[in-house]
């Protein structure tokens, strides 16, 4: 059975592979920010859920009629702090103002999880689920925050920190699943996919 992950981030591409698995990629050229003002009202994980589903549902639809059997997995990470969902900051100014609001506080990684099975030219099981993870961030001082902010790390990513990365060295602590941070909960991912009737352990097995 083929894995297809749809989603560009290289750290999700990284957990499942060093979690056993070798999906393809496939990425969905979405409007995020179209769809999340049109879930105006919506929960921090209803937003990241509904953009994961979006992303792996146009990834099946795309694969469904050249691949026989397919798991399609999307996922969506945001970070929730002081009342906002906020995901890549796209620019140093904006970086470095998420840090001059998340530095020395807490937030939480939400990110929206959903996994698809294809089976005859179309989608045969559809699951989703969220997960939540909360981050306790340090206080960088001004010169290393100017220097993290120049490596361009923080400006792809959601939150503008990463678990796995630079950004490790500014974050304290973690509560909850730390795969989740990177942006896939292998845990809440396992049990998605035990509900389209797939054993992770069968994926490694198949790879």
């Known amino acids: 059975m083929k894995v297809v992950l749809a989603s560009a981030s290289p750290a999700r591409l990284s957990v499942l592979r060093a979690a056993g698995l070798d999906p393809a990629v496939e990425v969905a050229d979405l409007d995020e920010e179209a769809l999340l003002d049109g879930a105006t009202g919506a929960t ?23 691949v026989p059997e397919a798991i399609v997995i999307g996922c969506d990470s945001m970070l929730h702090i002081d009342g906002e969902l906020v995901g ?27 996994v698809l099975r294809t089976a005859d030219g179309g989608i ?12 306790r961030f340090a206080e960088p001082d001004p010169a290393e925050l100017g220097a ?10 959601a939150g503008a920190f990463t678990l796995d990365g630079l950004g ?6 973690i509560d909850g699943d ?11 991912t396992r049990k998605l996919l035990a509900a389209v009737g797939v054993r992770v352990t069968d994926l490694w097995e198949s790879d």
């Open 88 to 114: 890549k900051p796209g620019t140093p100014e904006q970086a470095a103002e998420r840090w001059k609001a998340m530095a020395g506080g807490r937030g939480e990684l939400v990110t929206g999880h959903a």
């Open 124 to 135: 045969d099981r559809a699951v989703e689920g969220h997960a939540v993870t909360g981050v």
């Open 44 to 66: 921090p994980a209803a937003k990241v859920t509904m953009l994961a589903s979006a992303k792996a549902t146009t990834i099946a639809r795309r694969i469904a009629d050249t």
């Open 178 to 188: 730390p795969s989740n941070v990177i942006g896939i909960s292998l845990p809440l």
């Open 168 to 173: 490790g060295w500014f974050v304290e602590g």
């Open 148 to 157: 993290y902010i120049a490596t361009g790390e923080p400006l792809v990513v």
